[in-house]
């Protein structure tokens, strides 16, 4: 991982800003973790519902990358999953899984975590761990490359 220039660095900021939420991934625990506050983790919620909108949705490969990295991927799929490229499945698997990210920030509390698997795909490759922060909290606080490049 190379550090960013001061240009690209200020843009990736803004990016995980205006997401609201960071993510990474975790291949040896099978897990992606993605940490905001509850506005902050609403917003990935919103952003399932709205790939589930999408025209693209409806043919098996469309797919859309989030954050400033790209890493995590929606992708249209024949049945739920995640793996490690990210979140599989149908338009109603990505409402579905939208739903399930909303009622974990109802009752999340900042320091506190959820887990989604079984309840999307219960042979889910991967987990996705939700990671709840306090109001105000900074996403790109976490991101590796940006504490690099300071």
């Known amino acids: 991982m190379e550090p960013l220039s001061a240009l690209a660095a200020e843009a990736t900021r803004q990016d995980w800003r205006e997401l609201g939420f960071f993510y990474m991934s975790d291949e040896l625990g099978q897990v992606w ?11 990935f919620a919103d952003r399932l519902d709205s790939y589930a909108r999408a025209s693209h949705v409806a043919l098996n490969g469309g797919h859309e990358h989030l954050g400033p990295h790209c890493y995590l991927t929606l992708t249209t799929w024949l049945h739920a999953d995640v793996d490690r490229t990210g979140i599989r499945g149908q338009a109603c698997d990505f409402e579905r899984m939208a739903s399930l990210v ?3 920030c109802a009752s999340i509390e900042p320091g506190q975590t959820s887990r989604v698997r079984e309840q999307f795909a219960t042979k889910a490759a991967y987990a996705l761990i939700l990671h709840a922060h306090a109001d105000g909290f900074d996403p790109a606080g976490l991101d590796p490359q940006l504490a690099m490049s300071d």
């Not at 973790?33 to 917003?43: D, E, P, V, Y």
């Open 33 to 43: 973790h993605l940490h905001g506050s509850r506005a902050g983790l609403r917003k």
């Open 102 to 104: 909303r009622d974990a």
